[in-house]
């Protein structure tokens, strides 16, 4: 190397120099405080997470009893309950998971699996991950016009399965995009050994690559109707019903029978200018906060026992 490179070098390494800044404290600095104001954010979330769960119990728990579980809505608070709505919430989950999970991990198999990449299958990829953002209350329109009005003879209106329906349009896109995530973290390696051994691309994705995906794929579905169950707008825009005092029949004509939801109840309730009713919602809101915690935890059981026996 040449003096004059030398010299050139050692000109740019001091510009370099002059333009970084080597001050370590004030970069330490920054970090602590990046981390209070973390720190901060999630302690206020926290907080108020807190304040509004000990609110609800303190409102709600002396209203909670067997009877209150047990009893149909009235119009008189102290002799009201949340069975119809309870079981009408049961009843849309069943129908809801029945009717998307196989569609949901069917698309997500295939898109993942088979689909080419070409312009079709990107555009239904952009459409899948802009619908998983796209408003409750545009599902319960679309719901309101196929499922409730030109589905009529079918579904009878506004009747449970339309409900079931909306939600299962709603949860769908959730579906497709775990199912690809939980088939993409399986290597390919297993793949490629499932072809030399002569297997076709079924035959890998059955014996190998869905088992390997499934707690991944369970826990999205779940997560996804855990959503579902606390949907509100498109239930309301399909014309669930608020007061209700009969239980939909578990056969194919209770499907097409009208049906409320503990959502739509805990919004009739907190509507109502009384202080018992309020109450009452408070204790509804215990019991679906009990049936999404069971929910999540079946997820996670679910999960860790799939996980164990790979």
């Known amino acids: 190397m ?25 970069r330490y600095n920054l970090d602590k405080i990046f981390t209070i104001a973390t720190w901060v954010a999630t302690i206020f979330g926290l907080v108020v997470l807190a304040i509004l769960l000990i609110d609800i119990l303190v409102d709600g728990l002396g209203r909670l009893n067997w009877s209150f579980l047990t009893s149909f809505s009235s119009r008189r608070a102290s002799s009201s309950g949340i069975l119809a709505p309870l079981v009408g919430t049961i009843w849309l989950l069943v129908i ?32 899948i991950a802009n619908l998983a953002a796209v408003p409750s209350i545009i599902y319960g329109l679309l719901g309101l016009q196929i499922f409730v009005r030109v589905m009529q003879p079918i579904t009878q209106g506004r009747s449970v399965l339309a409900g079931a329906l909306t939600l299962s349009l ?50 999205g579905t779940i997560l996804a109707l855990s959503r579902a169950i606390g949907e509100t707008a498109p239930l309301i825009v399909i014309g669930a019903v608020g007061f209700i005092t009969f239980l939909p029949e578990l056969s194919l004509k209770g499907l097409q029978s009208s049906f409320t939801a503990l959502p739509i109840q805990i919004f009739d309730w907190v509507s109502r200018p009384q202080t018992d009713f309020h109450q009452n919602a408070a204790a509804g809101i215990i019991v679906l906060m009990i049936v999404l915690l069971l929910m999540n935890s079946t997820a996670i059981y679910l999960r860790n026992k799939f996980q164990q026996s790979r």
């Open 2 to 26: 040449t003096k004059s490179n030398i010299q050139s070098k050692n000109a740019f390494d001091s510009g370099a120099n002059r333009n970084f800044d080597l001050s370590i404290d004030k």
């Open 96 to 127: 809801t998971a029945l009717i998307s999970f196989p569609l949901g991990v069917g698309a997500g198999i295939f898109l993942e699996e088979y689909a080419e990449d070409n312009w079709f299958t990107q555009l239904i990829e952009i459409n």
């Open 170 to 219: 709603l949860i769908l896109p959730i579906i497709i995009i775990t199912t690809r995530e939980a088939l993409r973290a399986v290597p390919d390696s297993l793949r490629q050994a499932g072809f030399a051994l002569g297997a076709n691309r079924w035959q890998i994705i059955r014996e190998q690559i869905f088992p390997i995906a499934l707690p991944g794929i369970l826990t």
